[in-house]
C-alpha cells in the first residue's frame, strides 16, 4: 500500500470549515483513499473513502486532486465534537482486508 | 442495534498472567481484526480473521493468540510471552471477502493496564 503523509496537528475555528491534507504520492491506480478519524479514547470511526472522483456524505466531503497524488477531507462546519485524530490510509486490492493507519492528524476545533 | 462490543472496558493484569479480550460482532461481517494502540500512536495490527476457523498474524503477533470458533466472535488472549502489554486493544471488522473496497468498522476498545 501507498504511504500517506499528514501534518501532525491542525486548529480551526467552531463554525468555520477544517480542511485536512493528505499526500500519497505514490498511490497505483487501483487503490482507494480512507478517512477515518478517533476521538479520544474512543476506537475510530470511518468517515469517507473514494478512489478518483470526489466524494460527499453527511460527515463529510473528499477532494482528490486529478493526479491522485493528494486529497483534502472536508469538515464543512467543524464542532467542538470533531476534535479528534483522522487518519488517511490508502488501500489496494493486493492488501487483503488490511487497513494501515500513520499517525494521523490531530484536529483542535476551538470556541 | 447492530455493532461491535468489547470487553472489558478495562482490564488489569498481574505479572506473568493470561488475559483474554472479548470482540463480538453482529453484523454478520465475515472478517474480524484486533489492532493495539499505544499513546500517541497509530493502530498496529495483531491477528486477523477473514472466515471463521481461520486467522492470520499481523505486524506483532508475538505474545498474543486468537481462535474464531464462530462467526460473531472472535477473543484474543494476551500471554504472559508480552512482555509489554499496557496499551489500549481495538477490534474490527469487516464484510470481507476479495472486494476492492473494504471499510471497517470498530470498537470501543479495551485498556489494559499491568499491575
Known amino acids: 500500500d501507498a504511504k500517506t503523509t499528514q501534518p501532525p496537528s491542525m486548529d480551526c475555528a467552531e463554525g468555520r470549515a477544517a480542511n485536512l491534507p493528505c499526500n500519497h504520492s505514490?498511490?497505483?491506480?487501483?487503490?482507494?483513499v480512507y478517512w477515518y478519524r478517533q476521538i479520544h479514547s474512543q476506537g475510530p470511526q470511518y468517515i469517507i473513502h473514494g478512489l478518483k472522483n470526489n466524494e460527499t456524505n453527511e460527515m463529510a466531503s473528499l477532494i482528490i486532486t486529478e493526479d491522485r497524488k493528494s486529497s483534502t477531507l472536508i469538515l464543512p462546519h467543524a464542532t467542538l465534537r470533531d476534535t479528534a485524530v483522522y487518519y488517511c490510509i490508502v488501500r489496494g486490492p493486493n492488501a487483503g482486508n488490511m487497513l494501515t493507519f500513520g499517525g494521523g492528524t490531530r484536529l483542535m476545533v476551538k470556541p | 442495534d447492530g455493532g461491535i462490543t468489547q470487553s472489558p472496558k478495562y482490564l488489569f493484569r498481574k505479572e506473568g498472567q493470561n488475559v483474554t479480550l472479548s470482540c463480538e460482532q453482529n453484523?454478520?461481517?465475515?472478517?474480524m481484526y484486533w489492532y493495539r494502540q499505544d499513546p500517541g500512536q497509530g493502530l498496529r495490527l495483531i491477528y486477523y480473521?477473514?472466515?471463521?476457523?481461520?486467522?492470520q498474524k499481523g505486524d506483532i503477533a508475538e505474545g498474543y493468540s486468537v481462535s474464531r470458533e464462530k462467526k460473531e466472535s472472535f477473543p484474543l488472549t494476551v500471554t504472559s510471552a508480552q512482555k509489554n502489554p499496557t496499551a489500549f486493544y481495538l477490534c474490527a471488522s469487516s464484510i470481507g471477502g476479495d472486494r476492492d473496497q473494504e471499510t471497517q468498522y470498530f470498537g470501543p476498545g479495551t485498556r489494559l493496564l499491568v499491575l
Open positions: 453484523l454478520n461481517h465475515d472478517a
Open positions: 480473521s477473514q472466515i471463521v476457523n481461520d486467522f
Open positions: 505514490t498511490i497505483s491506480g487501483n487503490e482507494y
